[in-house]
Each structure stands twice: as structure tokens, then as C-alpha cells.
């Protein structure tokens, strides 16, 4: 019997059922090993060796795959045909070529296939080859770049930025990219201009428009036409010309289809047509690729969705060419098949664009077989695939010159107009328009040059420049593409990674830089500038790409790079705080410190004579502060939270995720008594999790959903006792446990990065403080009590922040943020609770309650101790269960 290895379980049960009884198919569930998330899993003294390990899950289908590979025939690695698909592969390999017993004497191939359909599995298996060795190396360049990176950047952040959380090779230039468009629109200045249009008749009359294109001789452009004054003498000037037609140009114009979509052009048309986000499109088309049920056979309905490939396999162009023919006549078709090239930068992997694998299964066919975003998507791809081979669409252009003349004084007007001859593909796919013709589909009369024209009506409107838009997720990627940043299969992670670390919010499904964005972006701009360049990162991506291609060796590529990079962190170890945020005082300046109304300098202190407002950081991240602290208490944040409206669930409501590629159970975002949360399948006790606080639902998708479902995590044996170290979210927030102690994260994102050195670090540093005993930390000095004297604080507790005076704590309401407190605001809470409060006790009333309780008759004592038992037994299991939910706080 031949083993036959493969990606996802889906994918596993359809190609056994076209190999047959003589092949088992087992699935790795993707990656089965990876670098270990600590100082040392890639070592550049020691020649870049890298430590793999696998979790418990990894371990427990490795030892299934071994187990039967030892009386296999022939082991066959059918992973995914990309970088990522080779490389679990080569880590399959290597684990069961390091277990005793298990790969013999037999056969090790490895085949790939585009598409989930039987003659593309059972061709793929009949021309199979070896691992393809360059491939397997430059995904091991990326890895040890990217974890060398991440692993030295993050905590330099972490030491000279307090409050912000990780740096990357892609994410940081991609973060940029959204920082910097941010940045152009707050410096943008709106120009005031006007526009002039003329309503228009012919002799015969026919209604038309005009622009005005020059006035006296002289040129007018969108933009130049810029005072009210100006429109309006330009205005009675043309009401006041006789007009004649200057010339007539007819101009054909054909117009070609579109490439078959790429990954990028998938995503892109995706949001813009079907609105769906950049990782719901690769959800939905990944089950498009994995495949449905069509009369009892499950089929793949597109090709591979990981692709930056434009070309179609010259077997599918026979069948997609006799469809046009069907369907649209031979007028349509042209005479010989289309090529297409890629024009992104540094395109990698020449796979094939993304198609239908039968063209002939047309959409309405497959309308009873997929569900409504699935039907979407595939009608997209469908549509794309089918014009990009049809023939061109003939317009023509036509172009009207008209003089106005008003004695000594004359203007230029010009209309335009297209008139569509032969729709060609157009007749069945448009895309969204991003083109500068405005003038699609305005049809103009008939006019001959000479021809004497009224005019109707002309009007002035005043308008005002926009400021460039912000990134969309589409635009984001489209804009890395061009620049040669990231892959296929790294956009959609690294716009997850962007918004699960606080750094970008989604608003509208535009992409709005937080501050903690800004600040890492304005800190590596200044400290890192160039490992965030464009030019480098993209140069760093071609030399990956020429490793796959067997141009580079990868270690050479790595000793380059971290040679340079490593001198380059070392020289920022004497860089202090202070000077960082002297930079940033300067970088952020407009971000930081915007221009008052009142027309004072923006960092002069509000509240005190002489103070100078800075940037201050502190665990929770940058805020603004005066430098007469803690004389002048005045803070106020760096920036406003977006408020971008959340996809709401209803009250009993229930949307579906997806299907957990383990066990197939349906994986659902739900609403209940205590807010949203995912659940895992229908039983009667099923997994379920709590969205934690700051994460927006409307980002939640399956990926996120199985991460929170998974909880909690192993992060790995203690070093000193062998117990496992887990990570979760409980009660009170992330954490890390260890025999029972219980340590804090920052974030809930920690819980799924969190390696071992930091989590013992973590632990230990909170048994030094008292373990299990929590401090609480001021996070305001508001000053003395005008009555009572004693200072008045602002701290952060164990149910969260609290105004404290002497004995008193009170509570801030939900709405009021720990850093906006004032000092009456303050004395108003504990005045409050003040009055709330129980009248103390005298010692003396004490002592007689002793003596009483000394009276009692024995019974009445054994009935109290009965009750104080109970209570005391009461006390520690709610304690008990406190321990088992709750992190303290440091």
C-alpha cells in the first residue's frame, strides 16, 4: 500500500476516493513543525542552525503518519504546490527520516496538482519528482529572517518604546505604508476651484455638455479656475459668446480584457464588488479549491488560490474557447488564445492563475451546491476566467472642440463622449472602475465643424481637492504588490497581525493607524530606516526569490543581512528612553500636538504656567503629559479610539465561521448574557470562548476563532521542574500559569506568541513580587485633599482603576478612563463612597461583643463553630476558584 501525505482532512478523504483501496491518504493538518518561540531556535553563530519542534497535536499525526509508512510501499508527499506546500513536506520527511524503523528501503516521491479534480490527482501521480531542494531553501531564508527579525526587533521596542508589542520584516514596511498615507492627509491643505459647464444644443436639438479647457489663450486645467471672482467673469463670457463648433474627432479605441485573477486581483475585485474582506476571500476560496459535493463526489471547483501566476494551463483554453463560442458567437472569440504577463514586482512561483477547473460548470449549476458567498465568489472567478479570453471591445472615441467669442474676448469648451461599437468581454464582465475615463457610455449628437451651437445654461460650481483616501485592505495589498512587498500567501496574515496588535483599526473598511502604530512606525523610521525602505524589503524578497530559483544560497543571503542588521541593534543598546521620545516629540509633532484654537503654542501645557507637553509612555502605552510632573498632573491621550461600527450579532443570533478542519464541526460567532462568543459544534456542553475585550467582532473569522477554541495553550516544560507552562485567558485577563501561579500578559495576542524564556520570566518575576499577592500600581497623582489632607491617586486594581484616599477606594464609572480624572472628579467618588460606607466600629463595642460571645452556652458556641466552618469551607472554594479564572496584576 502507498501513503499518500496531504494538507487539510477535506482534502485527504476526496483524493482516496479517486486513488483507490490501494492508497492511504493522511492529512498533516498543515505545518507539523516550526521554530519554537524563544531566544535561540535560530542560532547565526552556529552557522543559522534552526530548532524545530513540534506541538502535541503535531507529535500525535506524526506518529500516525510513521506508524504507517513502516509497512507502506511507497511514501508520496502530495502537499499544497507552492513554497509553504514544500516545505511541509520537507518536514515530514525529515521527522520520519530521524525515527528509527520507519523509512526503509521504500520510495519517497513528491507530486503536485492545481486542482482537486480526478485527472489532475491521477496525473500528478504519474509524473511525480523529487523535493525541490531550492524551493525547501528559500522558505527556510524567510523563516530564519523573519523569526531573526521579529525576535531582535521586539525587544528593542519593548525596552526603548514601553507599550509597544512587536516589530516584523513585512508587517513593520506595511504598517509604514498605512502610517505614511495617514500622514499625507493630515498635511493635506484643500485648494479651493471651480468647474464651468455649459448645457449645450445643436441646430438640430440635441442637448450636450461642455468643460471650459482655456480662456483668452489661455490653458485651463481642472485645478485653475480658483477664485468665485474668476468663474464668474468666465461664466458671463461664455452666456454672452456666440458659439461654433471648432472640430470633430472620431477616434476608435479597443479595449482588452483583464488577466485571470492572481491572489492579489482575487482579493482586490473581491472587496470591491462583493465587499468581502481580504480573509474571507481566501476562506471562501479555499473551500471553492478543497472542494464540494456534486452528485456524490466531492469536487474542486477552482484551481490553487496561492498564486501569482496570470497564465492558464493550455488544456483549459480549448474548453474555455468552445464556452465562448456557445455562449456569445464567434464574433466573440478571438482568432488565436490569449497570453498574459504578470507586472507585479518580484513575482514568484510560476504557478497557474486562479480558474474554474471545468468552465462548463456554469454558476447557475452550481447555485444548489454552495452557499451564498460561495455562489459569489465563483461567479466572480468564473466571469473573470471566461473574459480574459475574449475577444477585445471597440469603442470610439469622439472629441468636440467648440469657440465661444464675445468681442475682443474668446474661450475654448470641449465635450466628449464614447460610444461602444462591439461590447466584446465587456458584455460579460466590467471591473471596477479605476481608469481616468469619465466618459463611458455619454453618447454625443451628430456635429460638423463650422456648425453654429446654443447655449442653454452655463453653470459655476465651486469645489474643493480631496486628500488621497486611506488604504483599504485591497488597495493596502495592491500597493504591496506593486512595491514587491510580502506574498500571496503572506497579505492576508500580515493585515491580521496589523489589527490584532492594536496597531491599524478597521473603520469602514478603511485602514485607520492607531497610536501605538504611529509610534512604532515613527520609532523604526528614525532608529531602523533602513530595514522599513521599500526598495530594501522588496530586494530582500527578489533575493528569496532567486534562492528558490537555485541563483543564491540561502545561509550566504542570511549572513549578509544579519551581519549588518545585528551591528545595527547593537548600536541602539545605549539609546535611552528620553531620547526616543525627544525624537518622536519631533517625528509625531502635528499627531501629537495639534494646533490649538486659541492660536498658543500646541505644547504648552494647559493646566500650568511654565510645562512643556511631551510624550510620556508607560505599561499601557503613550500618553501625553506635562514636564512639570508631578507638580502639574495634566495627561491627556495620544489619540482618540476608532469607532468604527462593529458587525453586531443578534440577540439569539448566530453566524457561521466555518468548519474546524480537525473535526468538521460547524464553528459559530454567538451572542449571549455575557456578550459575544465562538462556539464549537452542537452538543450538549460544547467549547466555547469569549470574545476577548478590544478585539472587534466584525474581524472575528475562523482563523481567530479556532485560536480563542484551542485555548488553553502548552507553551512548554519549566526549566526547573519539568511542569508545563499553559497560556489563557481567564477572568481577569491573558495569562500564563505554572504549577499555580498565575502571571500576566499585556495582551490577549501574547497567549498565541508567548515563548518559553518570556513566560518563565513572567513567572518568576511574579513570585519575587509575592505571587499570588497583587500591588497596586498608581497610574495618576491628582494632589492632597483640600479637607483631610493625604494624597490623592489614581491606581489600577484587580477589578480595575480606582480613585484612593487614605482608606478609601472608589471605583471609576465605565465611562471615565484613569488618565482624564480631575481632582474634584475625584473627591466627588470618595465623598461617596464615604457616605456609603458603614459606621466603624469602637474598641469598645468590640470588647463587649467579645464578652457577650464569651457568655454563650456551649451549644450556642458549637453551633457557631458549625457555621463558621461552613463559612470558612465557603470562602476557600470561592477562593479556589477565583485561583483557577484569576491573574493578578502586578
Not at 531556535?41 to 513540534?54: C, K, Y
Not at 465563483?378 to 472642440?401: C, G, K, N
Not at 541602539?572 to 500636538?593: G, H, I, M, P, W
Request: include cysteine; charge should be neutral; hydrophobic fraction near 35%.
Amino acid at each position: 500500500m502507498d501513503v499518500v501525505i496531504v494538507e487539510s482532512p477535506a482534502k485527504a478523504k476526496t483524493i482516496n476516493k479517486y486513488l483507490g483501496k490501494n492508497y492511504k491518504v493522511l492529512a498533516s493538518y498543515g505545518h507539523v513543525r516550526d521554530l519554537p518561540s524563544k531566544d535561540g531556535s535560530v542560532l547565526p553563530d552556529d552557522d543559522f542552525s534552526m530548532t524545530w519542534e513540534a506541538d502535541a497535536k503535531s507529535k500525535k499525526r506524526l506518529s500516525e503518519i510513521a506508524e504507517a509508512v513502516k509497512n507502506s510501499d511507497r511514501l508520496i508527499l502530495a502537499t499544497d504546490p507552492d513554497r509553504e506546500g514544500e516545505a511541509i513536506s520537507w518536514h515530514v520527511l525529515e521527522v520520519l527520516k530521524k525515527r528509527r524503523g520507519v523509512l526503509k528501503d521504500q520510495p519517497v516521491q513528491r507530486v503536485v496538482f492545481n486542482a482537486i479534480t480526478k485527472e489532475s490527482i491521477l496525473y500528478a501521480m504519474d509524473h511525480p519528482r523529487d523535493i525541490d531542494t531550492p524551493l525547501v531553501d528559500a522558505y527556510l531564508a524567510r523563516r530564519a529572517l523573519d523569526y531573526l527579525v521579529g525576535f531582535t526587533l521586539s525587544p528593542v521596542l519593548w525596552r526603548k518604546l514601553p507599550g509597544a508589542r512587536s516589530a516584523g520584516r513585512v508587517q513593520s514596511v506595511a504598517l509604514r505604508l498605512v502610517c505614511q498615507r495617514e500622514e499625507e492627509i493630515e498635511a493635506f491643505i484643500p485648494q479651493e476651484y471651480w468647474s464651468i459647464l455649459a448645457d449645450l444644443q445643436t441646430g438640430a436639438g440635441a442637448d450636450f455638455q461642455a468643460r471650459i479647457t482655456a480662456v483668452d489663450g489661455e490653458k485651463k486645467t481642472r485645478l485653475d479656475i480658483k477664485t468665485e471672482a474668476e468663474a464668474a467673469d468666465i461664466k458671463q463670457l461664455v452666456e454672452q459668446a456666440s458659439l461654433k463648433v471648432r472640430s470633430v474627432e472620431a477616434k476608435p479605441v479597443r479595449r482588452n480584457p483583464f488577466a485571470p485573477f492572481t491572489t492579489s486581483t482575487l482579493q482586490q475585485e473581491a472587496s470591491r464588488k462583493l465587499g468581502f474582506a481580504a480573509a474571507r476571500t481566501m476562506q471562501i476560496a479555499q473551500r471553492l479549491y478543497e472542494g464540494v459535493s456534486l452528485g456524490g463526489e466531492t469536487t474542486g471547483l477552482i484551481t490553487y488560490m496561492r498564486t501569482d501566476g496570470v497564465e492558464i494551463a493550455p488544456e483549459a483554453i480549448t474548453p474555455i474557447r468552445g464556452m465562448i463560442e456557445r455562449e456569445y458567437g464567434k464574433s466573440y472569440l478571438p482568432e488565436k488564445p490569449r497570453h498574459y504577463t504578470v507586472k507585479a514586482k518580484n513575482a514568484q512561483e510560476a504557478h497557474e492563475a486562479i480558474r474554474p477547473t471545468d468552465i462548463t460548470r456554469h454558476p447557475k449549476e452550481m447555485a444548489p451546491y454552495l452557499d451564498e458567498e460561495q455562489l459569489k465568489l465563483y461567479t466572480l472567478i468564473w466571469r473573470r476566467t471566461l473574459a480574459s479570453q475574449m475577444e477585445s471591445a471597440r469603442l470610439e472615441r469622439t472629441t468636440v472642440d467648440i469657440t465661444a467669442t464675445n468681442g475682443s474676448r474668446n474661450a475654448e469648451l470641449r465635450a466628449t463622449g464614447q460610444v461602444v461599437r462591439f461590447d466584446g468581454f465587456l458584455t460579460l464582465y466590467t471591473e471596477s472602475k479605476d481608469d481616468d475615463d469619465d466618459d463611458d457610455g455619454n453618447r454625443l449628437p451628430p456635429m460638423s465643424e463650422g456648425e453654429a451651437v446654443k447655449q442653454k445654461a452655463v453653470n459655476a460650481s465651486q469645489h474643493h481637492t480631496e486628500p488621497p483616501p486611506r488604504y483599504t485592505e485591497a488597495t493596502l495589498i495592491k500597493r504591496m504588490e506593486e512595491l514587491g512587498i510580502g506574498r500571496p500567501s503572506t497579505y492576508t496574515a500580515t493585515l491580521s497581525v496589523l489589527r490584532d496588535r492594536g496597531y491599524v483599526v478597521l473603520d469602514k473598511k478603511r485602514l485607520i493607524p492607531e497610536s501605538k502604530g504611529r509610534l512604532v512606525t515613527g520609532f523604526l523610521s528614525n532608529f531602523f530606516e533602513r530595514y522599513v525602505q521599500y526598495d530594501f524589503t522588496a530586494d530582500l524578497e527578489e533575493k528569496l526569490d532567486r534562492i528558490s530559483a537555485g541563483e543564491l544560497e540561502w545561509k550566504d543571503v542570511l549572513r549578509d543581512f544579519w551581519k549588518e542588521f545585528s551591528s545595527h541593534v547593537d548600536g541602539t543598546k545605549e539609546l535611552r528612553v528620553s531620547q526616543v521620545l525627544d525624537t518622536l516629540n519631533e517625528v509625531l509633532a502635528s499627531y501629537a500636538f495639534p494646533p490649538r484654537e486659541d492660536g498658543k503654542d500646541p505644547r504648552a501645557c494647559p493646566s500650568c504656567d511654565d510645562g512643556r507637553l511631551s510624550l510620556k509612555t508607560s505599561r499601557y502605552g503613550a500618553f501625553v503629559g506635562c514636564s512639570n510632573y508631578p507638580e502639574c498632573g495634566y495627561t491627556r491621550q495620544l489619540s482618540a479610539d476608532g469607532d468604527g461600527d462593529a458587525q453586531q450579532v443578534g440577540e439569539n443570533g448566530t453566524k457561521m465561521l466555518g468548519s474546524d478542519p480537525e473535526t468538521g464541526q460547524d464553528v459559530t460567532l454567538r451572542s449571549g448574557r455575557f456578550g459575544p462568543y465562538v462556539q464549537l459544534g452542537e452538543e450538549k456542553k460544547p467549547p466555547r470562548s469569549s470574545i476577548p475585550k478590544g478585539w472587534d467582532i466584525e474581524t472575528i473569522d475562523l482563523e481567530k476563532a479556532l485560536k480563542l477554541l484551542s485555548l488553553p495553550r502548552e507553551v512548554g516544560e519549566h526549566p526547573e521542574d519539568g511542569k508545563m507552562i499553559t497560556a489563557g485567558l481567564g477572568r481577569y485577563g491573558p495569562f500564563v500559569l505554572h504549577d499555580g501561579t498565575y502571571a500576566n500578559l499585556p495582551s490577549v495576542e501574547d497567549i498565541f506568541s508567548v515563548g518559553l524564556n518570556h513566560a518563565v520570566s513572567l513567572l518568576a518575576e511574579k513570585r519575587a513580587n509575592g505571587g499570588r499577592r497583587r500591588t497596586a500600581q498608581s497610574l495618576k497623582e491628582l494632589g492632597e485633599h483640600p479637607d483631610a489632607g493625604g494624597a490623592i491617586t489614581v491606581k489600577s486594581g484587580r477589578y480595575g482603576p480606582y480613585v484612593n484616599h487614605g482608606k478609601i477606594n472608589a471605583t471609576l464609572p465605565k465611562d471615565m478612563k484613569p488618565e482624564d480624572v480631575t481632582l474634584e472628579q475625584a473627591l466627588e467618588l470618595i465623598a461617596a463612597k464615604a457616605g456609603k460606607s458603614p459606621a466603624k466600629k469602637t474598641a469598645a463595642k468590640k470588647t463587649t461583643a467579645k464578652k457577650t460571645t464569651a457568655k454563650k452556652t456551649t451549644t450556642k458556641k458549637a453551633a457557631t463553630k458549625k457555621t463558621t466552618a461552613k463559612k470558612s469551607t465557603a470562602k476557600k472554594k470561592t477562593e479556589a476558584e477565583d485561583k483557577a479564572e484569576a491573574v493578578d496584576e502586578e
